[in-house]
């Protein structure tokens, strides 16, 4: 919310773009795992990015449809995917594929540029004042206010 979606989407596509471009050149099993680490923790905000989108556009009653669609969308992506970047790693090898993936990542960034708004009325400004500069720190400061609380270290 206090970015909108648009914004992090932008970013998660892109970092993840980078980290799969990372662990395509990785040489060594322990930056491989932090690559594959990195690679799921900067895209799994994008379900929320897509729930965040399809109740802006959407009507409210539609909401549990476009979740429904969301998951059955991601998940068929998963299965079909999997087939073909199979076929990608015997055909290519698992490093090319890798590239090729992480500059479908970059194209997919740049339609997002193009083509994703948070708003219907594309985007509207935030109405808080506050600078995006402001906006971090305020958030860094509240995510370390979260982490300092020991029982969700369980």
Known sequence: DLWGPRRILKICFLLCSLTIGWFAFSHSFWEGQVSRMLMGLVSSPAIICAFCLGARWFKPHLFTLIVALTEFMALAGGIVGEGGLAKAVVAFGWRETMVIVAVIGL????????????????????????????????????????????????
């Open 107 to 154: 194209i997919l960034t740049f339609l997002i540029l193009l083509f994703i708004h948070d708003y219907p009325d594309h985007d509207q400004p935030l109405h808080n004042g506050m600078t995006f500069k402001e906006q971090v720190k305020k958030t860094s400061k509240n995510f370390l206010k979260i982490l300092s609380i020991p029982p969700l270290w369980i």
